[in-house]
C-alpha cells in the first residue's frame, strides 16, 4: 500500500452513484463538487485544462476507469475528486464505472505521478473496480481501494 497515496486521496471529494449521461457530463459534476475545494484558484481555468486535455487524449483504463486531469495553474494543490457512477458510461468500447478527476499544480508532478501509480496498480481489474463501485462511504472505499 502507498500510504502517500492514501492520504492524498482522503482530501478527495467523493461521490457516490453519480448520475450523469455522458463522460463530459461526469466530469462536469465532478467540477461542480469540487469547486469549493480552496485549494482550487480559478475554476473556469481548471474546466477548461480538463475538457481540453480530454479532447486531446481521454485518459481510460480498460478496467472501467476514467481519469479525466489537467496540470495547471488553476489549483494550488493536488485536487482529486472521485465518482463510482449509478449507470456504465461507454467511452471507447470501455464501459466506464469509475472516475477520478485530478487537477494537478504545475510544481506537484510527483505528487500525481506516485498517485497515478497507485491507482493504475490498484484498479487494473474490472472486479476491483466493480468491487469498488458498489462501495458507498468513502472511508470504506479508500480501505477497499488501498486493499486490492
Known amino acids: 500500500m502507498n500510504r502517500k497515496a492514501v492520504e492524498l486521496l482522503r482530501s478527495a471529494t467523493f461521490i457516490s452513484k453519480l448520475g450523469a449521461p455522458s463522460i463530459l457530463d461526469g466530469i462536469e459534476k465532478m467540477l461542480a463538487a469540487v469547486a469549493g475545494n480552496p ?3 480559478d475554476l473556469n481555468s ?9 479532447k486531446m487524449n481521454p485518459p481510460f483504463a ?8 489537467a496540470r495547471t495553474d488553476a489549483v494550488q494543490a493536488l485536487v482529486v475528486g472521485v465518482a463510482t457512477l449509478a449507470s456504465p458510461l461507454p467511452a471507447d468500447a470501455i464501459n466506464i464505472r469509475l472516475m477520478f478527476l485530478i487537477g494537478i499544480p504545475k510544481t506537484a508532478t510527483q505528487e500525481y505521478l506516485e498517485l497515478m501509480s497507485f491507482l493504475t496498480r490498484n484498479l487494473r481489474t474490472p472486479s476491483a473496480v466493480e468491487e469498488l463501485c458498489r462501495i ?3 472511508d470504506q472505499f479508500l480501505g477497499a481501494l488501498a486493499a486490492s
Do not use: I, Y
Request: hydrophobic share 45%; no cysteine; glycine share 4%.
Open 39 to 41: 485549494a482550487v484558484l
Open 62 to 69: 480498460p478496467s472501467g476507469v476514467a481519469f479525466p486531469h
Open 136 to 138: 458507498t462511504d468513502k
Open 46 to 54: 481548471f474546466r477548461r485544462a480538463v475538457l481540453e486535455r480530454q
